[in-house]
Structure formats: C-alpha cells, structure tokens
C-alpha cells in the first residue's frame, strides 16, 4: 500500500498508523485481529452451511455474521476517512477486496444466498504476509505469476489443440454411442471427452460399444502422453525467471563475457573487475 497517503495530521494519522502500517504493535495487533475475524466468519458461513448446525444454531450464526459484517463495514469507513485519496486506494487491489469482503451480507438482504461469498474475504489474510514479516513469500509468489504470464501463449495453444482433439473425438461417440448411453448431444459428449482426456472419469456417462471403448482408450492414452506439457512450460519459465534474477545482463569489460552472478566483483573468466562505475579496490590501494 505504498501509494495510500493520510488525510491529514491528528486522529486522521493515528488511524492511518493503525489501519494500514504493521511496523507499530497496535498495527500489527490490529491487522492479526481483522485476520481473526475473516476466519470467524469464513467458519460460521461454513458450519451454517452444514443442514444440522443450521437448524439448531442458524440465529446465532445469523447475528454472529452481521456482527462481524458491521465491524467490517466500520473498518472501511475508517479507511476510507483517514485517506488522502481514497478513490484511488478504492481502485487499487486490496482497496477492491475489501469492498468485496462487506458486500455479500449486505447483498444477502436482496439476493438471499449471497452471503455465501463471504468467502471472499480469506483474500485479505494476504496482509498477514506484511505483518509476519513474510513479504519473500509474496515475492516468489509474484514469480511464478510472471512465468505464467510469459507461458500463456504456449499453454493457449496447448488448451486449444486439446479442444480440437476433444471435439473430433466426442462428435465421433456421439455418432457411435446410443443416447441411452448418455451422449445425447455433442456439447453432453464433449463434456465426457474433458473428463475422459484428464482422467478423471467420473462414470456417469459411460460408452457401451466396441468402438466407444476402444475411442475411450485412446483418449485417456493422450490425457497421459500431453497432459504434463504444460507443467513443463511453466517449470522451464520458473528456472528461466529464476536465473535471470541470480545473474546479471553485463558483459565483462574485459573479455565481454555475460552470466556473472549479480553480486560477483570479478569475472570468473579473465578476472576483470566488473563494477566500471567504481574504482577496483586493489588498484586504488596502491
């Protein structure tokens, strides 16, 4: 939350202190408590969802949630007061969670079932990651977002070439197999063909011919031999991204090699001192 500014000097600033920084123990104390309250009611949503405990203790669920809804609306309200500029922390990411997190049991009183969403709210224990000092974490987690990114296009054309195989494969049980068998229409078959090519196989629909079996052989021996491409995309990025954060772009000026370490001093080539903006410590001595 590095661009949020306080709104002003006095209470505007001790809340500022409080709500968005974890250096103090009240910042801290008050971030391990907002976390506290997400699983509370992440909890109370699951329990009331669970037929027994909703007939025996749904009231209670229902004003524990609210309870802890209005703490949460309130919380906002402060955020939003002791900003600079609040539209701008409201469109940034954690700014749009936590909109998200008070919404669903407000939205419940005009979509019943809505509040069901307040799972959403499990998006906000991120900050525990700034609180408990943990932000390496959310560093390598950005790491693996960026190999992913820069993998998309092969995993588009993978996903795309396994839609083809999928449709050509179900349009042909869909001719061969019954309906009786459950291939009623191809968009029924290719659903099949999905469960069938990542094998999971869940069994409601089941081909009953000889050349339904044999097509479903098939499919499953290709979910086998493709299946992992892309994780071998994505690994071959992660180790990618994960050596061109180890070494640096500079070429030696000695002998213009590339691939030194970022900290290194000296070629492991020809010895060169590399950092040409600083003198070399052994010529300077003498």
């Known amino acids: 939350m590095a661009n949020v500014k306080p709104g002003g000097l006095g209470l505007k600033m001790r809340l500022f202190q409080i709500i968005f920084e974890s250096d103090t123990r009240l910042g801290k104390s008050f971030d391990i408590f907002l976390a506290l309250l997400i699983f509370v009611s992440v909890g109370i949503i699951l329990l009331d969802s669970v037929p027994e405990y909703h007939a025996r203790f749904g ?25 600079e500029k609040p539209k701008l922390y409201l469109k940034s990411f954690y700014g749009v969670i936590d909109v998200l997190a008070v ?13 069901t969403l307040v799972v959403l709210r499990l998006l906000r224990t991120l900050r525990l990651f700034r609180v408990l000092e943990m932000m390496t ?10 190999a992913l990114i820069r993998s ?24 061969i197999e019954p309906v009786e068998a459950g291939f009623s229409s191809i968009p029924r078959s290719i ?41 071998g995309v994505f690994s071959a990025e992660v ?12 070429a030696c000026p000695g002998c213009g090699r590339h691939r030194h370490e970022r900290d ?19 010529t300077s001595k003498s």
Do not use: H
């Open 59 to 83: 009231e209670l669920f229902y004003r524990l949630e609210w309870g802890v809804t209005l703490l949460f609306t309130l919380e906002l309200g402060l955020r939003i007061y002791c900003l």
């Open 264 to 282: 290194a001093r000296y070629c492991k080539y020809c010895g060169t001192w590399l950092d040409e903006e600083k003198p070399e410590p052994r």
């Open 137 to 146: 974490v959310v560093g390598e987690g950005r790491l693996l977002l960026d």
């Open 239 to 250: 180790i990618r991204a994960l050596r061109a954060e180890r070494y640096s772009d500079e």
């Open 152 to 175: 998309r296009d092969q995993i588009l054309l993978f996903l795309f070439t396994m839609l083809i195989i999928v449709t050509i494969f179900s349009s042909l049980l869909y001719l």
């Open 191 to 231: 659903y099949w063909g999905v469960v069938t090519l990542t094998t999971v196989g869940y069994g409601d629909i089941t081909p009953v011919t000889a050349w339904g079996q044999f097509i479903s052989i098939m499919i499953m021996l290709v979910g086998y031999s493709i299946i992992a491409l892309p994780v």
């Open 103 to 115: 919404m669903p049991t407000w939205l419940a009183l005009l979509f019943p079932g809505a509040q």
